[in-house]
């Protein structure tokens, strides 16, 4: 996805190198919302479920998982 963000503001910043349009920046706050909901997502796992990296890789070296 940042790929092809990259690539449209390369092709936009070509044809009008003072304006990028509208659809262009509302991609990038959808793209700063997932972002987002990601990292707390991944923060509840962490600290609610208690889901920690480090039990877990023991566990799959110890052939639990």
């Keep these: 996805m940042l790929a092809v963000l990259s ?3 390369y092709v936009a910043r ?3 190198p003072r304006r990028l349009p509208l659809s262009y920046l509302a991609a990038g ?3 700063v919302v997932l972002v ?3 990292v707390s997502l991944g923060n ?3 600290w609610i479920y ?3 990296t480090v039990p877990v890789v023991e ?3 110890a052939g639990l998982v």
Excluded: E, K, N, S
């Design 29 to 31: 706050g959808v793209l």
């Design 14 to 16: 070509g044809r009008d």
């Design 36 to 38: 987002t909901v990601q």
């Design 50 to 52: 208690g889901l920690h």
């Design 59 to 61: 566990a799959t070296r």
């Design 7 to 9: 690539g449209w503001r």
């Design 44 to 46: 509840a796992l962490v």
